[in-house]
């Protein structure tokens, strides 16, 4: 059986949703996945991105990173989400891309897809369960299945206890209050299994 292939797909505007999509690319590898780290375009104009240098740094320092396409989406047999909260949803740069797969809903293509999603925030409690909620009830719409990773395993606890999603705090200066990092490898390599699964079953 051929091996899983996984989208991880994100949005940052300061690298710590870039440094949790690299950390689930790592552990996917390990398991055997086909991996694509992917990001959604940037559709903030050039002046809000300058007046904030770490915007800035990270916008250049990524600008290599594939933008996401709806072939991708097809490609796939999983998605991992990372997003930033915004005011307790997601980004509207993901928002903006989930809106243009219309198309492949419409075509039940992502019916059964395997997703999982992260997220942070700079306050403790700022939004990051809301964020993975909301991301995942539009999963829900595309018939996909959430392979969150509940309390499956003692690593959640470690990495911040948020069983929706590995979730994280950054402070002023964007770096990460907790060490998430296993809690992201364990999330990654559950999201494979459960693909696998899904796929041994389809077969
Ligand atoms: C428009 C906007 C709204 C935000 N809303 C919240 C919020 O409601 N709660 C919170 O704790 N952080 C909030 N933040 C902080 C971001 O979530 C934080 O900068 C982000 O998680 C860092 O991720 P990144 O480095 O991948 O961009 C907000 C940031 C922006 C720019």
């Known amino acids: 059986m051929s091996n899983v292939k996984l989208a991880i797909i994100y949005y940052s505007s300061t690298g710590t949703n870039y440094q949790l999509a690299k950390w689930a690319e790592e552990a996917a590898k390990e398991s ?3 991996v ?17 240098p770490a ?21 796939a047999d999983a998605y991992i989400f990372s997003i930033p ?16 797969t219309g198309g492949l809903w419409f075509n039940g293509k992502l019916v059964n897809k395997v997703v ?4 942070s925030a700079q306050n403790p409690h700022g939004g990051q369960e809301a964020t993975i909620l909301n ?8 018939g996909a299945i959430i392979a969150a990773p ?9 990495s911040g206890g948020n069983p929706y999603g590995t979730s994280v705090t950054v402070d002023q200066d964007g770096n990460m209050k907790e060490d998430v ?9 559950r999201t494979v299994e459960v693909a696998k699964w899904v796929n041994a079953g389809k077969a």
Do not use: C
């Open 55 to 75: 915007w800035k740094e990270h916008y250049e320092e990524t600008k290599d990173v594939p933008v996401v396409t709806l072939n991708d989406l097809e490609w």
């Open 116 to 119: 999982s999603g992260m997220s």
């Open 36 to 52: 694509k780290v992917l990001k959604v375009e940037e559709t903030a104009p050039q002046q809000a991105i300058a007046s904030n």
């Open 85 to 100: 909260t915004r005011y307790g949803t997601m980004p509207a740069q993901m928002k903006n891309f989930i809106d243009t």
């Open 32 to 34: 055997g996945a086909e």
């Open 135 to 142: 991301l995942y009830t539009t999963m829900m719409h595309w």
């Open 150 to 158: 509940g309390y499956s395993d003692p690593v959640t606890f470690a």
């Open 181 to 189: 990092k296993d809690g992201v490898k364990y999330q990654a390599k």
